[in-house]
């Protein structure tokens, strides 16, 4: 357990004993190895159960929509620069929501500590910036940096940006970290090249919405796959649909995305889904010098229009 | 029940004389784990696997199938009328399914091929479809079969079980169609090993270990366990994805959508989730299942109560473990099960204060 | 889009006034030829229902 869960625990439990909050939005302990599940709780003798450590990648700001009651969330870099995007979208109240702000260092990823081990896992415990995984019967010591999530890997907003009360000694970022490093690969390649690279890479996707429900900016009522009058895209397997939801959800997300990873993380089929976003967040970063949810006070770049917005682009 | 020994060296032998008969399925290796795809010439099934990904129910039961198509083309005499796509005969051989999912089929049956309904599509799939299963020595920590009335050597829904005995297969004929598969394979060396064979299962059985109770969920009543009040709190997490939907092999559900291409308009069957919003949708615009809580509490009752209710097969669930192992959010139907089976009143009564 | 693969000659952009007559002629003709030389587009087509592709 992190050494942040002590706070994390003080500060739930006088929020709900003051009546601050109707809920706190956090993770329990998982029913399987590497995994923590997200929950709520609404006594403050129920704070015992929330737990923090390096498998708490899931994006708690998703469940801070639609809700009627005040909520103590707690909240990653990533998850509160998500949290600053829905109040600039409206989508939720600041004055209904109360950030327990957490210094992040980076979650692991599931699939990687797995790949390490030749039989399945049956316990990952962590020591400081170690983790050891005991995997049909033998035992292993890996250290966190190895196993890290690809997006905190290259994340250079571990601290949150936003938040009513700190849980946590602010870390250092990261700095000398290419986070476009593999977008550069895919420009590179020819146009051929591309098609299929991208024709691979979704090959294994079922249409199952995980990367959509998982993200916390995916929040349209209707999503546009689910349109029909008029059907914007075939709800079968045909690999031009499948494309068209990826690559048009990319554009939705397109200057909102924080890059927390959740999508990637809830694929049931181990799709990295960051490549389409990715680019884009290069793009908006490279050409109009934005990065998304860093503050309140600025409207979003396809929001706005400025002079100097780039458009050699256009003839 | 025959009992048939294949030496690992005449495996690839009866695989390439089953190839012509056959349209051969099996488990490959993609990427960081297994899929059951068609076997290519040459193709060999990799049975180093604890199960694969997806269930194997796509081969029967396929995630996006057109059923019927028209023209468009007004100057034709049969434009805008529907006609049936023609099925496909050719016998399909499935290797290495695993008892769980072997077992998946004959709940899918009971929704499929009734009385009253006989879905077309599935009739002739299932009909044209053999199935060599292959035992599960090392069950896998979400595994829950033996608590549903299955088992890693459990014989319902195959053809043949084949048993992996190091050097050889044991293969246990159990139907005529797994007969005519072993005969044209070549596969005829009779064995006697039954005792080896239980000592495995035996030890397989041992392995297992996830419990999951379901002793009491015939008699819970059911509306007071729709009305129970843990719903609220195991519903939180989920993201209404379809993850455990299209994992699973004993979900049935599916939409129907037409599509138009250019000139001709098809009729699609695609698989369709509960756990969607759009599922319960009307054309009124009302949805009587417009919550999250609501799409949950459906599955689980559907699973662990509705179905048990409706049929004398226990639960609409095999204890695959894909479900556990694959959902974004960690919902785990073993600890909901759980919590279902042991609901009574009093606890209710409890909860109300 | 042209890192999904499409040629970057299939995708123009112009701002075109509708004051600006001869611009719109020479910005039609190029983009014309431009993406006639690519020849017919093989990307986001769909012709038929096709099914699912892991079996």
Sequence with gaps: MSEHIDRIRDIAQRLLAEGRVDMIVGFRKGTLPMMNEPCFIKTPTAVDQLVWDSHCGINLANYLVDRSETIGVIAKGCDSRNIVTHIIENKVDRDKIVIIGVPCHGMVDKRKIQSLADAEIEAVAEQKDQLVVTAGGNEMTVPKKDVLQENCRVCIHRNPVIYDELAGERTEEQSDVDRYADVHEIEALSPD??????????????????????????????????????QWVGKGQDPTD?????????????????????????????????????????????????????????????????????????? | ????????????????????????????????????????????????????????????????????ECSLDETKADHHIMKSIAGDDTPQLVLGIRPCDASALTLLDLNFNTDEVKDPYWIQAREKTTFFGLACDTPQSTCFCTSVGGGPFDEKGLDVLLVDADDRYLAKILTEKGAAAMQAAGWQDESDANALLERRRGAAEERIRSVVHTDRLKDIDILRLHGAPFWEDISFACINCGTCTYLCPTCWCFDIQDEVHQKTACRMKNWDSCMYPLFTHHTSGH??????????????????????????????????????????????????????????????????? | MTHMGIEPDRMHFSWISSAEATKFVVVAKEVTEKVRALGPNKHFIKTEARGAQHV
């Design chain 1, 242 to 315: 499948v494309r068209t939801f990826h690559f048009l959800r990319a554009f939705h997300c397109a200057g909102r995305c924080t890059d927390c990873g959740a999508c990637e993380r809830a694929c049931p089929v181990g799709i990295n889904m960051r490549v389409f976003t990715k680019k884009l967040e290069k793009d908006c970063f490279e050409q109009y010098g934005w990065e998304a949810g860093l503050t309140l006070d600025e409207r979003p770049p396809l929001d706005t229009y400025r002079l100097e917005d780039p458009q050699d682009f256009i003839k």
């Design chain 1, 193 to 230: 090249e591309k098609w299929h690279f991208f024709e691979d890479l979704l090959a294994p996707c079922i249409r199952c919405y995980a990367c959509r429900n998982a993200c916390p900016l995916c929040y349209c009522p209707t999503c546009f796959v689910d349109e029909s009058r008029p």
């Design chain 2, 1 to 68: 029940m025959k009992l048939v020994s294949i030496d690992k060296k005449d495996w690839e032998k009866g695989i390439e004389r089953l190839r012509p008969r056959y349209r051969l399925f099996g488990p490959i290796r993609e990427k960081t784990y297994h899929a059951f795809q068609r076997l290519d010439e040459g193709q060999l099934p990799d049975l180093a696997f604890a199960n694969t990904r997806l269930s194997p129910k796509d081969i029967v039961f396929p995630q996006s199938k057109a059923i019927l």
């Design chain 2, 287 to 353: 949805n009587p299942r417009g919550t999250k809580l609501q799409r949950l509490r459906q599955r689980f009752m559907h699973k662990l109560k509705y179905f048990v209710d409706k049929h004398d097969a226990g639960i609409m669930c095999v204890g695959c473990g894909r479900c556990v192992h694959s959902c974004p959010v960690n919902i785990d139907i073993r600890h909901i099960c759980n919590l279902m089976n042991q609901y009574s009143t009093e606890d209710a009564c409890e909860a109300q204060g």
